[in-house]
């Protein structure tokens, strides 16, 4: 099974600021497959980045997703009050499909 | 708008088994799979398995080989999740999740609490 990992655990950041998530995977992913979900708290998770750097309907062009083979990347350009929440990286290449343990975005 | 509708809370006893339902709505339900995730207090999101709304076929995670069985009714556009011999550690949110044709899941149900006590 494919694990990820992601880093860092916790993210404090102001408003305004940019943010940096990281998901590692213990084998090499193809990039088709490695998608990034939102989870608020008491909410589902929404998916907002596909296939490494697609974003997903209505997601605002601040999100942009990059990697290949086992590093892949998040990055918020500058943060808004919306954005400070949960995110989860997935790996669909491999079964079972596996998920990261979460990055918490908080403010600052 | 493509809706996924979960049955609600339960509450089991160890050892017993659990059927939650997935109602599904806004688009045609045999042209996608669906998946079933669930995440237990303060874990990771964890595959189950996925059925294909056309044909049936489904799989399964090994970790829930032979306890979770995921079925389908075509004509109520409704999936359904059983797991079976429910231990403490099954306490989870068990979720339903639209395949988007790609493998990753663009709409999500809301959610059902299952606890084991």
């Known amino acids: 099974e494919i694990m990820l990992t992601q880093s860092p655990g916790t993210l404090s950041l102001s408003p305004g600021e940019r943010a940096t998530l990281s998901c590692r995977a213990s084998?090499?992913?193809?990039?088709?497959?490695i998608a990034w979900y939102q989870q608020k708290p008491g909410q589902a998770p929404r998916l907002f980045i596909s296939?490494?750097?697609s974003r997903a309907a209505g997601i605002p062009d601040r999100f942009s997703g990059s990697g290949s083979g086992t590093d892949f990347t998040l990055t918020i350009s500058r943060l808004e009050p919306e954005d400070f929440a949960v995110y989860y990286c997935?790996?669909?290449?491999?079964?079972?499909?596996?998920f990261g343990q979460g990055t918490k975005v908080e403010i600052k | 708008q493509v809706q996924l509708v979960q049955s609600g809370a339960d509450v089991k006893k160890p050892g017993a088994s659990v059927k939650v339902s997935c109602k599904t709505s806004?688009?045609?339900?045999?042209?996608?799979?669906l998946h079933w995730v669930r995440q237990a207090p303060g874990q990771r999101l964890e595959w189950m398995g996925w059925?294909?709304?056309?044909?049936?076929?489904?799989q399964y995670s090994p970790r829930f080989q032979g306890r979770v069985t995921i079925t389908r009714d075509t004509s109520a556009s409704t999936a359904y999740m059983e797991l079976t011999s429910l231990r403490s550690e099954d306490t989870a949110v068990y979720y339903c999740?639209?395949?988007?044709?790609?493998?990753?899941?663009?709409?999500w149900g809301q959610g059902t609490l299952v606890t084991v006590s």
């Open positions: 059925i294909n709304g056309g044909n049936g076929d489904t």
């Open positions: 084998e090499s992913v193809d990039s088709s497959y």
């Open positions: 296939a490494t750097s």
């Open positions: 999740a639209k395949d988007s044709h790609f493998g990753d899941y663009d709409v």
């Open positions: 997935h790996q669909y290449d491999y079964s079972p499909a596996t």
């Open positions: 806004g688009y045609t339900f045999s042209s996608y799979a």
